[in-house]
């Protein structure tokens, strides 16, 4: 029997570990990956600032594809064949042990994403994985043979009998050309995980403040809670990045430009900040107001906020006016905030968009459409919110991509 010849495009998290996934398999196939980029794994190595967040602790298969904003629902399955508990075996039974943080991130305890891609290098080398780096694929053909014909940067032209796209988050149109070439259609790629531009001086002034707030879009029915850090250049943190996931597309649509609002106390009950400043007039009838921060408003914001309300610095809890109590609550629970565009997150990034889901097989990763073509990863209309979630469908997707490649059947 004939070789058979599988050919991975990309060199990425997706790519390399399908590459692996196959060829531990099937160590009869012959497995390449082509990465037009001078090395391999280059995400990784800069992913989670240099220490690599490689999935997050949560084994819960529904619960891990709740935090996809786009892809959730397909990744169940593969979710339950592949998951997160998966990673971390696969990586700790090659010696890399992991470690979680509070916030459920997963690092490998070296803190270095150095070891993370020594071990998929080793791993590649072991299996028998050819790596060929430099090397872009620039077109694609199905001569009708079954076979797939590949015209490189190279000015070569490779033949093999199955083929992994796996190029990553296709930031413009033309980064899918390949798939669209092989009959598959994209969501137009927008971003996903930015923070946002607020211009509003005295907010600015605060950067560096960090708060546990509830930030929301009205109009948009985007609602979150969670660390909020305020920035040089506006709104950061968690809550941010997280709003900014779920309303890649709506944003978008918006320009980047729309009221955000802020709720700084969102612990509180509506009544109980009333009854609370209430209080406060009557037993710190002689303390100023701008010396007593509700907590856990820090004493910096505080001051902002209650000079943003239109209280002048001297106002004593006494002398505060029913309608100056008004607007304070207005500021504390609603502040509005006009967004006026946004910035990369340098953390994480990735791409709302890519080839639509409904064609492809989750069950084998493979296409609908054309036979024998199989996808992984980020070039697909898959993106989580920050925290491990992206690189764990670049795991999964691309393992059971690579066992299918290899004609292992796939658990159900
Ligand atoms: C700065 C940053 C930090 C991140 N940190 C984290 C993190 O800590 N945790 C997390 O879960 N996610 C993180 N992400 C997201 C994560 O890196 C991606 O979701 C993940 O890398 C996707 O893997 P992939 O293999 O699909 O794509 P990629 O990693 O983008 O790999 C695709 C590869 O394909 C190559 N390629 C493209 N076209 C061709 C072609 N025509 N021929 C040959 N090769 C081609 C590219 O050069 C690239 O190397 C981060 C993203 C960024 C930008």
Redesign the pocket.
């Known amino acids: 029997m004939e070789t058979q010849r599988v050919i991975v495009?990309?060199?990425?998290?997706?790519?390399v570990f399908a590459a692996i996934a196959c060829a531990e398999a099937a160590p009869d196939m012959e497995v390449t990956v082509?990465?037009?980029?001078p090395r391999l794994l280059?995400?990784?190595r800069?992913?989670?600032g240099g220490r690599?967040?490689v999935t997050h602790h949560c084994f819960d298969p529904r619960d891990f594809a709740a935090r996809f904003p786009r892809g959730g629902r397909e990744l169940i399955g593969p979710f339950q064949r592949f998951q997160a508990r998966d990673t971390v075996q696969w990586f700790e039974s090659r010696g890399v042990k992991l470690k979680t943080e509070g916030d459920g991130r997963m690092f490998p305890v070296t803190d270095s994403s150095e070891t993370v891609i020594d071990c998929l290098l080793q791993a590649a080398q072991s299996a028998g994985v050819r790596l060929v780096t430099s090397c872009?694929?620039e077109g694609v053909e199905k001569p009708g043979d079954g076979s797939f014909g590949l015209r490189t940067s190279h000015h070569e032209e490779l033949v093999c009998d199955q083929l992994l796209l796996?190029?990553?988050?296709c930031r413009t149109p033309v980064?899918g050309q390949?798939a669209v070439s092989l009959g598959h259609t994209l969501e137009p790629p927008v971003p996903s995980l930015f923070t946002f531009h607020i211009e509003t001086p005295w907010l600015r002034e605060l950067s560096g403040v960090s708060v546990e707030a509830e930030a929301s879009v009205a109009g948009a029915g985007l609602r979150e809670r969670g660390p909020l850090l305020v920035t040089h250049w506006g709104l950061s943190g968690p809550v941010v990045l997280r709003l900014s996931a779920w309303g890649a597309r709506a944003l978008s649509e918006l320009n980047y430009r729309f009221a955000l609002r802020i709720n700084w106390l969102p612990h509180l009950k509506a009544g109980a900040l009333g009854t609370e400043l209430d209080r406060r007039r009557r037993s710190e009838a002689a303390r100023l107001v701008v010396n007593a921060p509700v907590p856990p408003i820090t004493a910096r914001l505080w001051e902002a906020l209650v000079k943003a309300a239109g209280i002048a610095h001297e106002t004593r809890w006494a002398d505060l006016s029913r309608s100056a109590q008004h607007r304070l609550i207005q500021q504390l629970t609603q502040t509005e905030f006009p967004v006026t565009g946004k910035s990369l997150n340098?953390?994480?990034?990735?791409t709302c968009g890519g080839v639509r889901l409904k064609e492809i097989d989750f069950r084998t990763m493979q296409s609908r459409i054309c036979r024998g073509l199989y996808f992984a990863?980020?070039?697909l209309d898959i993106d989580g919110i920050t925290g491990?979630?992206?690189?764990?469908a670049?795991w999964t997707t691309g393992w059971i991509a690579g066992r299918s490649m290899a004609g292992q059947t796939v658990r159900d």
């Not at 491990?388 to 764990?392: A, L, P, S, T, Y």
């Open positions: 495009v990309g060199g990425g998290a997706a790519g082509l990465e037009k980029g280059s995400k990784v800069i992913s989670g690599c967040n872009g694929v796996a190029t990553g988050g980064l390949l340098k953390e994480e990034f990735v990863g980020e070039l491990g979630f992206n690189f764990q670049a």
